[in-house]
């Protein structure tokens, strides 16, 4: 889809979508289980899993990507295969794997080719055991398509262009979460039988040369000295770190930065030394000192291994935030109110990423 057609048809609706939110927001009866359980099962459309039930009534890549595997453990497996069947085939339709479709299908990626679109969907088929066999030659193309575009053949590392990916409205250069979904998709590759030009870069290796600092991974290959919250955590989420120091430093860093409170998670705990994309007027502080809804469970997983207490703790928190709201909604401001931009935007709610929570 044209980009300008796009910010004309899809910006009105999302607009507009987060205006009933605010003033007419639905809640859901029940404690927290039970809520996320109807999220879930309001996000099923009968052809896919939605992002949501308000806002993104679409599918995007890297948001069902962070929800698959509880979906899977919650027993969805043959909805998460039906889901990938409807957005594979709408790929091959348009002819490229994207960030997101539009809710009559269409591709698109926003604001540009992003990164983590391509190792998110390979993970969501390697670990739904989607029968890909079929689709091997579009899905080698994606590769090899990717791999020119995103790696640099001499390092390993994703290249310094400008690429869209989890913090889509900044500005990164070979970001430390985009090199990490180029590890995973590097080990999902050495298990199917696909194309891998991945094979003679050490990832785990280059992650640590690169990015760590001795106490946590720095946001980009610039090495700008602050606390980003996603790439201390994703190096261990995705099994490309696996050590145990590594990641009570990580957690500690966290914590000092205050990006865990007054729950988790926050990007940066700042906005200073980031540069944006011009689209973030519209969404002033979206991505940085917001608290993230996808991130926060997966954060609380991930604390399970490095302090079980204050993993409980987190636990009660967000338990009390999805009763407290009757609903779980997608980001909040630093002080924890409802993400508000208004008269652009109002947060989502109805998250699929409910699963998560699901499966703490």
Not at 285 to 305: C, N, Q, R
Request: with cysteine; aromatic share 18%; charged share 25%.
């Amino acid at each position: 889809m044209n980009p300008v057609l796009l910010y004309f048809i899809e910006g009105p609706r999302i607009m507009f979508s987060g205006w009933r939110n605010k003033f007419f927001p639905k809640r859901y009866k029940g404690n927290a289980t039970e809520i996320c359980r109807l999220i879930v099962n309001d996000c099923w459309n009968g052809r896919f899993y939605q992002t949501s039930t308000h806002n993104f009534k679409q599918f995007w890549t890297r948001d069902f990507f962070w929800c698959c595997k509880s979906l899977l453990k919650l027993g969805f497996q043959k909805e998460v295969q039906q889901t990938l069947r409807y957005a594979l085939n709408r790929f091959k339709k348009y002819n490229k794997i994207t960030t997101t479709l539009t809710p009559r299908g269409s591709t698109y990626d926003f604001p540009t080719y992003a990164v983590d679109t391509l190792p998110s969907f390979i993970h969501c088929l390697r670990i739904s055991k989607f029968p890909y066999y079929d689709h091997k030659d579009f899905l080698n193309k994606e590769i090899q398509k990717f791999f020119r575009k995103v790696v640099d053949p001499e390092t390993g590392l994703v290249n310094l262009k400008h690429f869209s990916s989890m913090k889509d409205m900044s500005v990164r250069k070979s970001s430390c979460y985009d090199n990490c979904q180029v590890a995973m998709l590097a080990k999902d590759l050495t298990s199917m039988k696909l194309f891998n030009p991945f094979k003679k870069y050490n990832y785990p290796q280059l992650i640590k040369d690169h990015f760590w600092n001795g106490n946590y991974f720095f946001d980009d290959i610039t090495r700008k000295d602050y606390v980003a919250g996603d790439a201390n955590l994703f190096p261990f989420i995705f099994g490309i770190i696996n050590d145990k120091e590594m990641m009570k430093k990580a957690v500690n860093s966290i914590a000092e930065a205050g990006l865990d409170q007054p729950f988790p998670l926050k990007y940066t705990s700042s906005r200073e030394k980031i540069k944006f994309v011009w689209e973030e007027f519209f969404f002033k502080d979206y991505e940085s000192t917001a608290i993230w809804m996808h991130m926060g469970p997966l954060y609380v997983k991930f604390l399970e291994h490095v302090d079980k207490e204050k993993a409980a703790e987190m636990k009660q928190a967000y338990t009390q935030l999805i009763e407290q709201h009757g609903n779980f909604l997608e980001v909040f401001t630093a002080e924890g109110k409802p993400y508000s931009r208004l008269p652009f935007y109002y947060c989502d709610s109805g998250m699929l990423w409910a699963a998560n929570y699901l499966t703490l």
